[in-house]
């Protein structure tokens, strides 16, 4: 069994809808959690970064983190085009070595 | 610009022939990592270094190997024990030395090179 599960996807919707995109994990050692977006052919590029549980926003991003249920989440508020992409979660126990997701492939339709 | 390099973008290499990738960084970052990506795994850990002159190995470090010579140098051979080296490699690099100050680990990364073997 992997340490961070991901579903991946594809998932499509439509422009101006709300991206809802998720991770488990298995290890409650976890404290560390971040999330990122890859698009095709390129080096993923950070987006939230996280510690333990509790929610963040930044611009139509939120991040989530359920330690308890040991559940993660990014929300996309009014998706575009643009948004397309894959996305990674990423997350720690100390420092340096992160365990990613497998990544979800997010297609926002005009 | 401040930013991490990799090349090249693509490489071909015949089975048996080591290849190096190149990683530079002008972050000044004092770590510096790699990664493997195949389709529907997700991105896995070959080798990291914290500090010049040092590294350890990562998840999947069989058939590869690294040289940690200068700060923002931090190149990648494959060689030909990698059983199966066809894949999308990623190179990063963050602040931290293993402090333990939040958000300091966070890693950056390069725009990748994929290495085809024919």
């Known amino acids: 069994q992997k340490e961070v599960e991901q579903d991946p996807g594809p998932l499509s919707v439509p422009e101006g809808a709300i991206v809802s995109l998720n991770c488990t994990y298995s290890?409650?050692?976890?404290?560390?959690f971040m999330w990122y977006r890859q698009y095709s052919r390129k080096g993923p590029e950070l987006l939230m970064y996280?510690?333990?549980?509790g929610n963040k926003e930044d611009g139509r991003f939120t991040a989530q983190v359920d330690k308890s249920s040991k559940y993660i989440s990014l929300f996309i508020r009014d998706s575009q085009p643009s948004d397309s992409a894959t996305y990674l979660c990423?997350?720690?126990?100390?420092?340096?070595?992160?365990?990613f997701g497998a990544g979800t492939q997010v297609v926002v339709t005009p | 610009d401040g930013g991490i390099t990799q090349s090249p973008k693509y490489l071909f290499r015949k089975e048996g022939q080591n290849v190096t990738l190149s990683c530079e960084q002008n972050?000044?970052?004092?770590?510096m990592y790699w990664y493997r990506q195949d389709p529907g795994q997700g991105l896995r850990l070959i080798y990291y270094?914290?500090?010049?002159?040092?590294?350890q190995k990562g998840d999947i470090a069989e058939g590869y190997s690294v040289s940690r010579e200068k700060k923002e140098s931090f190149p990648l051979t494959v060689t030909s024990a990698q059983k199966n080296p066809t894949a999308f490699y990623l190179c990063?690099?963050?602040?931290?030395?293993?402090?333990?100050?939040?958000?300091?680990?966070?890693?950056?990364f390069g725009p990748g090179t994929r290495l085809t073997v024919l």
């Open positions: 990063a690099s963050s602040i931290d030395k293993g402090q333990g100050v939040r958000g300091t680990d966070t890693q950056y």
């Open positions: 290890n409650s050692a976890f404290q560390y």
């Open positions: 996280t510690y333990s549980s």
């Open positions: 990423a997350m720690s126990k100390s420092w340096g070595k992160l365990q």
């Open positions: 972050l000044n970052h004092d770590a």
């Open positions: 270094s914290q500090i010049v002159n040092d590294f």
